[in-house]
Structures are given as structure tokens and as C-alpha cells.
């Protein structure tokens, strides 16, 4: 393929993300509108640069006639949630959702990657309206706490820097690093239990003095 012909094979999936991008930021002001809270903090998108792509492809040993199935996450999403039990939350709108399908899931919470990478994604199929026809695309979708993202943007520019061969100690340190956003994320649940029991007492108070 030439530029042009690259140009033409991203033009679905760059449709894609800024779609999906606009549907799941509408779902976040739609349920803060319906609720008091919306489970989704924040909304982004991406479509994986050419190299990237070209580089997983080399490492899959997906051939180029084989990228729009044998690479699932050209089309990126990421929703950020400010708890850890949002996610299935999140998770459960999506797979009731009409305008896509979820072919697989891949929760990488329960059981985190050996880096400490927590985060939960669904591989899903997106119709795309081009000008000249609809197309199935692949779009990768994750979903994970603020402290989830804050670990994994940090622990990818620092692959980056260190081109994927992360010094011994650093790796260890951001594994501790990765449990202790665990522990936070445990924690502020905790705290956000106890807020909710309150609201609940509350409320029930306030229908026993109308009752009397
Ligand atoms: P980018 O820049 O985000 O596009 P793979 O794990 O890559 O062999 P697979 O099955 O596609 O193959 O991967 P996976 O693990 O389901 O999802 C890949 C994406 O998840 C990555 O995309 C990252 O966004 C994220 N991810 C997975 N593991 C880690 C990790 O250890 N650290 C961080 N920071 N992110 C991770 P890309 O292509 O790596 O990067």
C-alpha cells in the first residue's frame, strides 16, 4: 500500500473513534442527568499510529492482507471511571447496547498482566456508513479506574523511553506502584460504600418522620 491506500484503509476506523467517542461521552451526560452520578469520568480515542500498527502486525504475524481481522485495536476507546466497580457497570450498558456487537472480553482486572496492567477491554464490531458503503470495523474498548489510567499512561511512555526493555528495578517498582493504585482504588470504594449508606439512612429517616 502506498500513503494514499493508508490514508483510505484508516479513513473507517478514524469515522469509528470519533463516533463512539461522541456515543460514550452522550451516555456520560445522559446518566448524570438521570442520576445523581455518572459512572464515566472521561471519554478518549485513538486511531494506533501506522507504525504501531505495522510493528503489532510484524509481531502477530498478521500478513497485511490480514490487518482489519488480525489487528483489533486500530480503533481505540478508553473510558475512564472514577470507581472500580463502575466498570462493570460501564460494561453492562455497552453489551445492552444496539449500534455494536462485543465479540470478546478480556478483563485484565481480575486477572491483572504480569507488568500490573489492570484494565478491563471489549473487542467489539462498529458498522461504519462510508460514502460508498457500510463497514464492519474492529474497535478495541477499555474501560478502567482514573488510578488504572494514571499507572498505565505513566508505565507506557516509560516503555517507550526504554523501547519495551524496562530497567529490573523499574519494572519492580511500578508492579509495587500497580498495587498500591489497587489499594487506592480499593479504598476510595470503600469510602464511596459508606457515602452511599449514608445517603440511604438519610432517606430512610426522612420517610419515617413523614410517615409520622
Ligand atoms: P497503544 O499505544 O495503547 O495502542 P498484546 O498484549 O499487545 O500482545 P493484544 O491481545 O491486542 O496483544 O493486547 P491487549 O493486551 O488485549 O491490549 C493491548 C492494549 O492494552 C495496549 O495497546 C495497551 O493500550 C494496553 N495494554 C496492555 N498491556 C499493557 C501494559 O502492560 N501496560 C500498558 N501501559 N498498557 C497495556 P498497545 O498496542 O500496546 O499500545
Redesign the pocket.
Known amino acids: 500500500m502506498d500513503g494514499r491506500d493508508w490514508g483510505t484503509f484508516l479513513l473507517p476506523y478514524e469515522q469509528a473513534v470519533e463516533e463512539l467517542k461522541v456515543k460514550f461521552k452522550t451516555m456520560r451526560s445522559e446518566l448524570k442527568k438521570r442520576e445523581e452520578y455518572a459512572p464515566i469520568e472521561f471519554v478518549t480515542g ?1 486511531v ?1 499510529k501506522l507504525s ?1 500498527i505495522l510493528d ?1 502486525a510484524k ?2 504475524n498478521v500478513s497485511m492482507d490480514q490487518l482489519e481481522t488480525g489487528i ?2 486500530i480503533a ?1 476507546i478508553r473510558i475512564m471511571c472514577q470507581f472500580a466497580e463502575d466498570i462493570r457497570r460501564v460494561a453492562e450498558y455497552i453489551r445492552n447496547r444496539k449500534d455494536l456487537k462485543v465479540l470478546y472480553e ?1 478483563d ?1 482486572i481480575t486477572n491483572y ?1 504480569d ?3 489492570r ?1 478491563f ?1 471489549m473487542i467489539v464490531e462498529y458498522p461504519v456508513q462510508t460514502a460508498l458503503e457500510q463497514k464492519m470495523v474492529l474497535a ?1 474498548i ?1 474501560i478502567r479506574t482514573l488510578a488504572m489510567n494514571f499507572w ?2 505513566i ?2 511512555s516509560l ?1 517507550y523511553k526504554y523501547r519495551d526493555s524496562l530497567p529490573e528495578d523499574m519494572r519492580e517498582r511500578l508492579k509495587k506502584a500497580a498495587e498500591a493504585a489497587f489499594v487506592l482504588d480499593n479504598e476510595m470504594s470503600s469510602i464511596r460504600q459508606e457515602i452511599l449508606d449514608a445517603q440511604k439512612s438519610f432517606e430512610d429517616d426522612s420517610s419515617l418522620v413523614a410517615q409520622a
Open positions: 485513538r494506533k504501531s503489532k509481531r502477530l483489533e485495536d481505540g478480556k485484565y498482566k507488568s500490573g496492567y484494565s477491554h478495541e477499555q498505565a499512561t508505565e507506557h516503555n
